[in-house]
């Protein structure tokens, strides 16, 4: 099977699974208004701003400038990117106002393997003894704190304290946490590691697919090439394909003005299906000029 006939079919395949699941009742949250009113976009990555659900049980617990995002469930909840240390600390206080217990916290994903995302990740575990399931590069760096030098940013990122993996996944594979079912997309080029994840929600009978899409944006430290490096450069070709290839109807990303979060609240809805092609797109467009500029240099 072909890598885009796989990806087509895995869609249904989780809509079935979706369709035997059970939303429990949720507590209320704040709107999402007032997370629009609180944060600017391309805000501060430590600036607190409110918690809102996104839809089911979804929500967004980040700060105003990096996403970090719970996934609740009757045995044990999934959360998505911790922030940098301090960041940290707000998501864990969004989270007990959303009425949430930080300790019950089961699993831990991670979109790439760098500090601003993932410092944290080791305090959260601390407190919840949750499991870290990440890429081998990705679990690599987590486990040793230390950036890789194979890393476009080496050089540049800042370290973080070490956490404990307690799985490594390869490439296009299910994780899951009780009733909880997130694909692995994998989309490196930001990083050797990162990752894009795939999950249902429902609410009120209605159903959809939320990505949330890494950064992968190609940016590097000083004197970096991605044409030098033909193998991350062709997974991160393969990685936009699969993005823009795949079932969305909402989009999120690890800085949330990335994939225009703050507007799309401001519109009323974050639903929108051609969001994750758009994104790729745009993605492939800005590595076509980063390798056109090395061409030139």
């Known amino acids: 099977m072909s890598a885009k006939t796989f990806l087509h079919a895995l869609p249904a395949l989780a809509v079935a699974s979706c369709a035997a699941t059970t939303v429990a009742p949720v507590p209320e949250s704040p709107p999402a208004s007032e997370w629009v009113a609180a944060c600017e976009d391309w805000d501060e ?8 659900r996104i839809h089911g049980d979804t929500y967004y617990v980040g700060t105003c400038g990096i996403s970090a995002i719970l996934v609740t469930g009757d045995d044990g909840h999934v959360l998505i990117d911790t922030g940098t240390v301090a960041g940290t600390a707000h998501v864990l206080d969004n989270i007990r106002t959303l009425g949430f217990d930080p300790a019950e916290i089961a699993l831990l994903l991670v979109s790439h393997e760098h500090f601003d995302h993932v410092a944290g990740t080791a305090m959260v575990q601390e407190l919840s003894g949750a499991r870290l399931v990440a890429t081998g590069p990705a679990a690599e760096v987590l486990a040793t ?99 823009a290839d795949s079932d969305c109807d909402m989009l999120l990303t690890p800085h949330p003005s990335a994939s225009w979060m703050r507007k799309r609240l401001e519109s009323g809805s974050l639903l929108d299906k051609v969001a994750c092609r758009t994104y790729a797109e745009a993605i492939g467009e800005r590595l076509d000029a980063r390798l056109a500029k090395e061409a030139a240099e």
């Open 45 to 52: 990555w430590d600036k607190p701003g409110p918690p809102f």
């Open 145 to 243: 704190a230390l950036p890789a030098e194979n890393d476009p940013q080496f050089g540049v990122t800042d370290a973080f304290p070490a956490a404990r993996v307690d799985e490594t996944i390869g490439a296009v594979e299910f994780v899951k946490q009780g009733n909880l079912s997130f694909r692995q997309m994998p989309t490196p080029g930001h990083t050797p590691g990162a990752s894009s994840w795939q999950w249902i929600s429902c609410e009120d009978g209605e159903c959809v697919t939320i990505v949330y899409a890494d950064s992968m944006s190609p940016i590097s430290a000083d004197g970096y090439k991605f044409s030098d490096h033909r193998e991350l450069l062709d997974n991160y070709r393969r990685g936009i394909d699969y993005l």
